[in-house]
């Protein structure tokens, strides 16, 4: 049995959740239990029964959940507290190993000790689990569901006439504009999606939905399962296309690993990365490297403003360019990959088990026993890394 | 000839005094610069040296070393994990005394942002917050709300500050230069260190002044911990600052103006708008708007901004705004991010100067000039360039957005641009901004008396045509004039406060590393524990090394006089075994002849 609570509010981190659930359910032969607040979830796995409890069930496996997510809490609190003595260990034998009227031999013990506390440190993260998602599940929208949704994006304009792209993009707005008028012109319908644009664009043929108020849980998943493919900028959407298994291209991606598409109809376009000291361009190569994750890392995760790198994002001709290859994935299958394309992703493989033993980040997000995706970085760029 | 020592953070601060320090050596006044930390990121060395080289009566010269400087004390941490070869310095009593004075200042300044005037002032509260070590905000942080209890903390941090004794070698550069007047500036940089200069001049009898270098310095950095007998100050709003703020009687105020404006008010084009055009590469036959990045803290991440602002204009729908030139100016401290920008992406927009540009380069600060005088507006987030437009009579702009509130509303100064005297149109998105453009950019007598009614105001308060430069140098002249002030000797209690003082201080020293309290514990058992590893490893060494080679050559000598004793109680034995046989021999040879003869 797999309980789960899936955070309606956001639909696309729920998403990833849906689908570990499932595949998880599937492997060990048992059923997913949803505890829902007032919303229902319109979601059936084929193979695995979903299950929303009611009356003494229902109060009975909430109770066993918030006992799990105490317990879940009190772990994460001692492996913090852990990780904060250790770390505080490690730094208070670093001022001895430096001293050197200290023996050499004690000093050499003191950095094996150092050393070993590290590796403890860092051996408690948890990784993305890229095997357990590589399988699609066939997941099925309830048809109450799908109807509702259905009606409400016909309200907003949008009708099964044209293939649908679901669009998602938060930085340059012109470039964002040029893509969608590219998009409609090839005879898909448009909805935006994701962070209110600052815009005062519009062109014809995309529906914006940025701008609205509240964008439920069905619409945003709606959008997903029905659209073509998707577009997007956040790793919670491109989660969000494993679970109803729509292709995605994730574009001005900064983070290899992360970006990095777990499922066969996944494509990634990566932002150009600027040295900001030395105003050179760097190489694909470069962002598998310790001294990006690491710069990376210092603006993400320390909340550091300003890093050594700045970025610049696609260019609409990449982005048409990774369109066409998308398109050309959809239609002829996602079969036949360039050979720089499978090279590149042995690369990231090599880099991810290289980076892991000294980046928490990447033996997060890096490759899962040796398997970092099917997925393929775009064409253009693939061919452009030596 | 009067001496004037004119202590600095560091060569930057030049820039807002040239021509004033310029003024008094002109008319003989030796003046002498001190910089308490080098800075050549923006060629500041370059302008000291350029400013020395000016005068014979300009000398420039570092300040005395102290023995921890307050970067030292944010990265303590990191510099007491020594690298190998590092010499370990012994902590002395100045260590701990400056220590604790950094952060007892750091947090008076942390608790100043507590105070109902910066309730939006989130960002700033953290960047001191940042800078203390984290037991501070730990035990502050909510002991610190209710205004009574931040009184009675700020009363007691008076306190302790009071018996910090003067720094040695502060208190022997002052006697060793004797100035008339100490001119300081910043003095309000978070936990500064300036104030021990203020300090020592009080004991000393020197009279001390605190030039107020720029517009936001009294309501976005730190306070003016211990009060100089005089606060320079650009304008009336300032002076409100320093009294309410600060707590600096009215009365040791003096309003000059802002000196670091005047040129903008005698420049003139150093080209034609044409060439200037030409140069930039913007088309000269449209109008263009000039983007005037601010500072890393007011906006660290401006060129995403930027990127949606250019769009906004070329989609406006608007015809007239639609066409315009954008010209971006980025901060020059803040120019690095804008490596990442691609203005070929954008018609008609281009980035001047190009990033990385020196800003002592001949024409830098004429292409600055041109680049205001020439645009039809100016549009900015929060920074001083906005003033300088303001000075030109150009239409101003601002646009709040998410990710610069706390470089908006979360600064007091901004409201002097965006309030009900300031001259900036501010818009609360862009759609609301390019409509503002279409209308402001149209000439408006309305605007133009009160953008000049705001240089009167903040940047010439003593008159549209009266230079701020002159009357600094003459309020500086007036304040030296005034003589030497009576030397203010620590006070008993204070000298008796600094016995118990001193173990506050060593405290300090310890939690400035910031690390949790468990291991001020754990840390000299831990030590203990190694030193005695250590010994023993020692011993061994000692034991290897000598003892060792003295046991085995002991060992041999024994073995060989033992072989030696042996072989000679052998020989012995042997000969004195041939003498009794020869004996025995020849008494059993006379035995038989007695025999045989009888």
Known sequence: MVLLRPDVSQPARCGIDLVAAAAHARETGGAVYLLLDGQSMPVSVDGVPVITPHGMQRVWLSVVWRTASAARDVRARWRHLEASVVHEWRRELRRHIGDERLPFELRQRLRSMAEASTRRGRSETNAFPRRMLRAPSAVSLSSDFVEEARSQLTALGITDGRPLVTFESRTRPDIAVAVMEYLVDEGYAVARIGEPADSVHSCDGVVDLTTR?????????????????????????????????????????????????????????????????????????????????????????????????????????????????????????????????????????????????????????????????DGRLVRFQADGVS | MSRILFLMLHPGFIRYYEGAIQMLAASG????????????????????????????????????????????????????????????????????????????????????FFEPQFRDASTLRGRVEKRLPRVYPQLLGAAARPAAARRIIRAALRGIEAIIPTVDGIDKFLRERNPDLLLVTPLIELGSQQVDYVKSARKLGIRSALCVASWDNLTSKGLIRVLPDHVIVWNEAQAQEATALHGVPPDRITVTGSQTFDRWFAMRPSRSREDFCRTVGLDPDRPYLLYTGSSVFIAPDEVPFTERWLTALRYSGIPRVAELGALIRPHPANSRQWYAFDSAAFPNAAIWPPVGTDPNSPGFKEDFFDSVYYSAGVVGINTSAQIEASILGRPIFTVRSPEFVHGQEGTLHFQYLVGDDGVVRVASSLAEHMKQLDFGLEADPGRDERNREFVRRFVRPHGLDQPATPIFAQAVDAIRKLGPCVPRPDPLWVRAGRVPGRSLADAALALAEGRPGWVYLVRWPMSLAIQTVALGYRLSHQWQEHGRPTVKRLRRAARRSWYESSRWLGHRWHRSKKKLLRVTRDARGTARRLVRLR
């Open chain 1, 213 to 373: 108020a509240s964008r439920p849980l069905s619409l945003e998943m709606f959008l997903v399962s029905a659209s073509a493919f998707i577009m997007c900028e956040s790793i919670e959407l491109q989660q969000l296309a494993y679970l109803v298994n729509t292709p995605s291209l994730m574009i001005n991606a900064r983070d290899p690993f992360v970006a990095y598409p777990v499922r066969a109809n996944g494509l990634v376009a990566l932002s150009s990365a600027i040295d900001l000291e030395s105003a050179q361009r760097i190489t694909i190569g470069d962002m598998l490297t310790q001294p990006y994750f690491r710069d990376l890392h210092k603006q993400q995760v320390r909340g550091r403003r300003r890093g050594s790198h700045g970025y610049r994002d696609n260019t609409v001709e990449e982005l048409t360019e990774a369109i066409q290859e998308m398109r050309a994935g959809i239609t002829d299958g996602w079969t036949s990959e360039s050979e720089s394309q499978s090279r590149f992703r042995q690369r990231v493989v090599e880099a991810g088990a290289a980076l892991a033993p000294i980046s928490a980040h990447v033996s997060e997000w890096g490759p899962d026993d040796g398997f970092i995706g």
């Open chain 2, 29 to 112: 006044h030796e003046v002498n610069l001190a910089f308490e930390v080098s800075r050549d990121k923006l060629g500041e060395d370059v302008t000291a040296q350029r400013l020395a080289a000016s005068s014979p009566n300009i000398r420039c010269e570092p300040a005395p070393d102290r023995t921890e400087s307050v970067r030292d004390f944010l990265v303590r941490s990191d510099r007491d994990a020594m690298r190998t070869g590092d010499e370990r310095r012994a902590k002395s009593d100045q260590d701990a005394w400056e220590s604790l004075a950094t952060t007892v200042r750091l947090i008076e300044d942390y608790l100043r």
